[in-house]
């Protein structure tokens, strides 16, 4: 592809943006592509109806009565894969294409082979019974394929959706920026308005502002269509106007330094303190148990981003020390705990249980710590499981009670005060606010301490580092320690607040969970962390706590799954990067874009000389 | 990591060393008291040594002990057959391709999906070899288009991304496998159909079940001809090659992206074979079924000196072995009550200790020569 158009001739030191090439021909496609990518579609489209995650998300309603979760994974499909057959990748020197008709008929096609599984899945079943391995082959999957007509009508209709949505996915390239924002902005009011709904109607009772929510959603859930339709115009409008202006905003503050950065930083803190301070007033139950989740897993994803985002030790077994702190503050508190019962006060059992746990962390660190990356990360994972598999043995249960677990743990206590336990969220989200405040200032302060720097340049190349002066293996023991301290406040505030502890709640999958969030909100970066514990533990839920979308409870680890991945593929840097981490991660393409640049100089400068080829990818 | 050791000679010691030099010791002393106790209970189990470690101390006999050995050897092969699935893709790739015991499950899913239809049409119980020469070459299919197109979608891409990042795509990958099990199958273990008696019951010679002799022989067969693969075709020495120095291999001529398709497949039919062998063994299958077996197959890898084909059996055998007898040589004199229950956090103790005592494995390793250098 790349020879056949000539390279842009270079004006000036940086490569030229090359004017647009005229509009492609709605015939003149790439087919290969195209095909291989309805075909991923298809596949992705079976997996997802065989999942039953349409069936059991039909419940959900998103629009009333047009839309429903269920109906929506399996829209989303040939839209996304009509809107990615158009894409064109950018290379320096060939000028992109104008979108057009082509990319509307690519589109097109492309969702129709993607709906066209659907429509082979629906004569698959009505013709074989494939109950036997796949739980889901059910008629109760074809009904809803179907939408209760004939068989040759779901084979139709999922063939016309599938080019319908392939074509308006297609389209949204032919948008200008302007337009695209309001229509984006557009869909993710309407989607997060019938999202958040639990969430909305729970503050709107708590602010006695029923009417304006009965108004909004539907009777049994959903947003109405009419006030649908209402509230898209109106974001439509608003972003319309807007012209971006939150993105200036934000690229302002960026760029301000010293004292006015500050004063910013500070004011922007202050806001949301107050409003997270504020907001558990008005809400019910149900929004309070959300937000102590989430704080609780922002409490443990900050401590994990401590030893894998900035010091980049992949630990696996996290879960350890959430199961260590729960399990001693359980023990040290608990009228009920089998063998040492000192019932202490909560304040001064964490102080202890801060001691046990960062002496868990040397001791599980100290032997791992010299080890290769990848050795370090199933060794953990090791560790993590045996101290699962002791508290659940009998060996131990005289201690800690094996698969019975300890119960009846009393709440936690603040100086004679409040008593926090889970009967009240609210109380128990105050706490972990509490406590993450404490954890962020710490993360925030140890980042641009000296020790934070030791922690980058040990994780960017452990031998440049050594060559420093850095003592990398006592660096890396305090981040693991540290790390390991803060997982210990969460579990020490959870043990408290489910008033139980189980083996079974420190499961391996939790590290995983806590390692997806990290990930996706980005790694080393504070905010990107909360962020991503507030959208994924919000939304998805934890391994055992629902979210919002309580539906999507069977789910959720799949979806947790296919995130990681996609995040690593596409943005390994996470939703919110840290500028440091994401230089580090792009290393290569920064490279070759100076080599590139290089190259246009030495053009620049042999004047006229043989133009060089754009270096083949 | 032998040169890390040595270099390290001059280096004062620190805190840490001296730590791990104390852990050392003590694995080494608690196993090594254990294995006295142990003994000394055979002896007689009235003797002051075993009463003082374990007071109602009943020692094994014979025939319970070699019981022990052999399904550890058994369960053993499987692991080594699993394990070089990481072996060959970490000296091709030098990364450890988490979701390999995933592939592995896939198998056993496979193997009691095709059993079951074989058994509901009557040729099951009629021709069990045939069915199960069937079922073996259904499920090595299986596992090595999944392995192929986990390395086509998951890890091509990533080629030459800092270290970690494939490391942490196979850990998304695995849980992705697992949890895609449970939506499409279900969550409930599924059984295998009932097979013969010659392979349930013991037989006259050693006392050894059928199905524990199969698993053997099929594990050596395989071996064999994998070693026979790698050792003496072209496709062998292309891999060889390319574990060795993947650029220098190109510049051979190999073509380094078919090279790594046909390790990441060879090690998806092992892993394949290796369910079904999970399958005859056990008999039944979950979704999680992937994860302790990899792992331990992981360790078998680092066991045997990552990177070597002999190895991987080799600490396969030693993983089997161990964690089948482990618990009552060594915790249960000491002891320790309701070991069998602690069998995997043996396991998991065995990896953490070689990579302690001897981290470069029995064998040593073969890695990449980035890695060396």
Redesign the interface.
Known sequence: MTATVPPATPTSGVPAEPAPAPTRGALDQDWRRLVRMGAVGAVAQI?IA????PVRLDERVIVKPVLSLGYLTLLIVPFAAGHRVGHQIKREGVPVHAAGAHEVAGGAACGALAGGGLSLLAVLLANFDLR?????WSPMLAELLAFGNETWFAVVVWLVIGTACGAAGGALRLLGPRTRRAVVTMALAVGGAAVLEPLVVDLAEGMRLEALTDRLYARRGGVNWTSGLGLAAASGILAALGRGRLQQARAHIAELEGASRTRTNGLLILATAAVLVILPLFAGKLTNELLANVGLFVLLALGLNIVVGLA?I?D?GYVAFFAVGSYSAAVLTAATSPRINPELPWLVALIVVVVITGLVGLFIG??????????L???T???G??IR??F????LSGWFGGSQGITKIPGAGIFGLTDVAGTDPRRVFYLVLAFCAIAIYVSWRLERSRLGRAWMAVREDETVAEAMGI?T??VK?LAFVVGAVLGSFSGAIFSAKVGSVFPNSFL??VS?VI??VV?FGGMGNIVGVIAGSAVLIGVLGGPKQPGLLAEFS??K??I??????WM??AR?EGLIPSVRRSR??HQ?EMAQDAWLKGQVEDDNHNDGGSPKAAPAT | ?IRRRRARGGAPR?G?DW??TF?RVAILTVVAVGILAFIAQEIDTDNPFARWANPDATGLTGAQFRGLIISGVAQGSMYGLIALGYSMVYGVLG??N?AHGEVFMVGAMTGM?TS??LADAGLWESNFIGSLVFIVIVSMIVCTLVAVIMER??YR??R??????????S??????????S?????PAAKAYPDVPDWVKDKHTFLQIEGSRILVVVVAAVSMGVLWYLVEHTKGGKAMRAVAEDAEIAALMGINVNRTIVKVFAVGGAMAGLAGILWGILFRSVIHSTG?LPG?KA?SAA?VGGIGHLGGAMAGGLSIGVAESVGPLLILEPLG????S??R??VA??V??GV??LR?AGIFGERLPAEDRT
């Not at chain 1, 065989?50 to 995650?53: E, F, K, P, Q």
Request: no cysteine; proline share 6%; charged share 10%.
């Open positions: 997996f065989l999942s039953n995650m036997e391995p796949l739980v889901n980049g992949l696996l100290a032997p791992v710590i010299r080890m290769r990356g990848d050795y990360a199933i060794v994972l090791g560790f499981e045996i598999l002791i659940l043995s009998d060996w003592n293996v006592n023991l391996i999958l995983i390692l997806v990930i069977e789910f680890l799949l947790y799954g296919a995130l990681l991945i690593m593929l390994p580090e991660l290569q | 990591m620190t840490v730590f791990l852990l990364f450890i988490f999906i079951n239809k979608v998951a891409p990533l030459g991304s800092p270290r970690l990042i494939p490391l942490i795509t850990i998304g990958v695995s849980f992705f496998i697992q949890n895609a449970i939506v499409l199958l279900g994860f792992i992981f680092v320790v009550s309701g070991v229950q602690l995997d956090a998991f103790a990896l953490i990579l302690l981290p």
